[in-house]
């Protein structure tokens, strides 16, 4: 039988109905990302301390944020000029189908540019990446992410990492409130 090729959106759709199988957390953490309002976590403040004793360059930190792992990495500069060059590898480069704070719509994905905070979650069924070197892999299908949560094409996830809303209150990172 002849298969068409889905369009861009179609197979968002494809993929959002194959993740709304899953069970638990990741479908309502699914469903909650891809509501008709697109709107990026809000909810209950959490205030995280990001000092440079807290959070040394280099460091990913984990929290847990309204039943979610919530990443902040505190990325090196060498770290921060290899996002630059590598749009035409990303699924969503300019992060217009993914869910961020207005803020963090840039090639960092972030309000400051050393600071990355991001959902640890899979925007594919919603299984927990973990850091690889310069990128977060999956271990569940192989969905890559660079270092600003922007999904690679060569794996099924076809949205960046979400991005819940954040703001700076001196030397802590306040996650649920907007700047
Ligand atoms: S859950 Fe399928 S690639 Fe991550």
Known sequence: ??????????RRRIVLAAG??????A??????????????PHGSPLS????STALPVG?????????????????SPEALAALAGKEDQLADSASTESLQPPGCRNRHRSLRPELFVAIGLCTHQGCAPALNGDHFL????????????????????LANLVIPSYRFEGERLVLGEDA
């Open 48 to 51: 995280v301390d990001i000092g």
């Open 59 to 75: 460091k990913l930190k984990t929290v847990e944020w309204q039943g979610k792992p919530v990443w902040i990495l505190h990325r």
């Open 138 to 157: 999956c271990p569940c299908h192989t969905s890559k992410y660079d270092l600003a949560g922007r999904v690679f094409k060569v794996g099924p996830a």
């Open 27 to 40: 479908t309502a953490f699914l469903s909650q990302q891809h509501s008709a309002t697109k709107s990026w």
């Open 20 to 25: 709304a199988c899953a069970v638990g957390g």
């Open 1 to 10: 039988m002849e298969q068409t090729k889905a369009s861009k959106p179609q």
